[in-house]
T-cell receptor, first 114, second 114 residues
């Protein structure tokens, strides 16, 4: 079974600094997707970034980028120029290529200090 | 588009009571699913549906029933609530299955069973 592990229950970062959230996963599949979701206090799940496993190039979305290491089964999220609005729970998630069953990590709570 | 809507936002039940959590989407999505989110854990899939009249079990289906009579609606039924079902419940939908179809999440329902 696919599992997703986030080893950092909590992280904090100074405003305008950079922070990296870690995620590892276990799968025997070769084609799959990886995601980072943000969950603010409103509970809404917001897609931050997505990576297709067949793409070697790391995904980027404005201040958010990933470091995807397929052989190591590692998928970290880097947030640059952190803003107060980035404070939230962040979930790493995995999905196989041919179905919609998403497996989530336990989450990392990010605090941004002014 | 309203996207994915869930009602109610909050609910308190006594052990043994039954209730239905409502989920609706107005995006003509074929795939719909229910997740639960517990403290210290990521979201876990309860049930899903790949189209009207078709449902299947996810990772944690026990204690829950679903049906899909229309494309728009996917209610989740708790027949006899137990304290272990205290959780936040999320409904999600996507246009298709697998590939790069994005899943859209509802705002969640916080359920407490006493």
């Amino acid at each position: 079974a696919q599992t997703v592990t986030q080893s950092q229950p909590e992280m904090s970062v100074q405003e305008a600094e950079t922070v990296t959230l870690s995620c590892t996963y276990d799968t025997s599949e070769s084609d799959y997707y990886l995601f980072w979701y943000k969950q603010p206090p409103s509970r809404q799940m917001i897609l931050v970034i997505r990576q297709e496993a067949y793409k070697q190039q790391n995904a980027t979305e404005n201040r958010f980028s990933v470091n995807f290491q397929k052989a190591a089964k590692s998928f970290s999220l880097k947030i640059s120029d952190s803003q107060l609005g980035d404070a939230a729970m962040y979930f790493c998630a995995y999905r196989m290529y041919n179905n919609n069953d998403m497996r989530f990590g336990a989450g990392t709570r990010l605090t941004v200090k002014p | 588009n309203a996207g994915v809507t869930q009602t109610p936002k909050f609910q308190v039940l006594k052990t043994g009571q039954s209730m239905t959590l409502q989920c609706a989407q107005d995006m003509n999505h074929e795939y719909m699913s229910w997740y639960r989110q517990d403290p210290g854990m990521g979201l876990r899939l309860i049930h899903y549906s790949v189209g009207a009249g078709i449902t299947d079990q996810g990772e944690v289906p026990n204690g829950y029933n679903v049906s899909r009579s229309t494309t728009e609606d996917f209610p989740l039924r708790l027949l006899s609530a137990a304290p272990s079902q205290t959780s936040v419940y999320f409904c999600a939908s996507s246009y298709g299955i697998g590939q790069d179809y994005e899943q859209y999440f509802g705002p969640g329902t916080r359920l407490t069973v006493t």
